[in-house]
C-alpha cells in the first residue's frame, strides 16, 4: 500500500495524539502547575525554591539543548516537551502498527 503524504498539521497531530504522548504532556503540566504554585508560595514567604528545576528535568536532555538563559530560556521547557511527546508518540505508532500490521500478514512477533 503506498503512503500518503502528511500535513504538518497532520503529522503532528498522528503523532501527538496518543496516550503516550498525552501522559508525557500531562505530567509535564503537573509539574509546571506544581512549580508555579511553589513559585508563588516561595515569594510571598522570602524563601528561596529550586523546584523550578523540576521543570527544566522533566523535559530533559531536550531542553538543555536550548542555549538560552533567562525569560527566554523558559521557552525550553514547552520545546522540550513537545519534542519528546513527538518522540514518543512515534515510538508508541511505531509499535502499535508494527504489531497490527504483523497479525495482519499472519506473521507473529512471539
Not at 523550578?52 to 542555549?67: D, E, Q, R, Y
Not at 513537545?82 to 515510538?91: D, E, H, K, S
Amino acid at each position: 500500500m503506498a503512503k500518503t503524504s502528511r500535513s504538518l498539521p497532520q503529522t503532528l497531530r498522528h503523532y501527538l495524539v496518543n496516550p503516550l504522548a498525552l501522559g508525557y504532556l500531562g505530567v509535564v503540566l503537573a509539574v509546571c502547575l506544581w512549580v508555579a504554585v511553589d513559585a508563588f508560595h516561595a515569594s510571598s514567604s522570602g524563601d528561596a525554591s529550586f523546584a523550578g528545576v523540576w521543570a527544566v528535568l522533566v523535559t530533559a536532555p531536550t531542553s538543555l539543548l536550548v542555549p538560552f538563559t533567562g525569560p527566554v530560556g523558559l521557552m525550553a521547557i514547552p520545546f522540550g516537551a513537545v519534542v519528546q511527546a513527538f518522540a514518543l508518540g512515534a515510538l508508541y505508532r511505531y509499535v502499535t502498527e508494527r504489531r497490527v500490521h504483523g497479525t495482519e500478514n499472519g506473521v507473529s512477533g512471539a
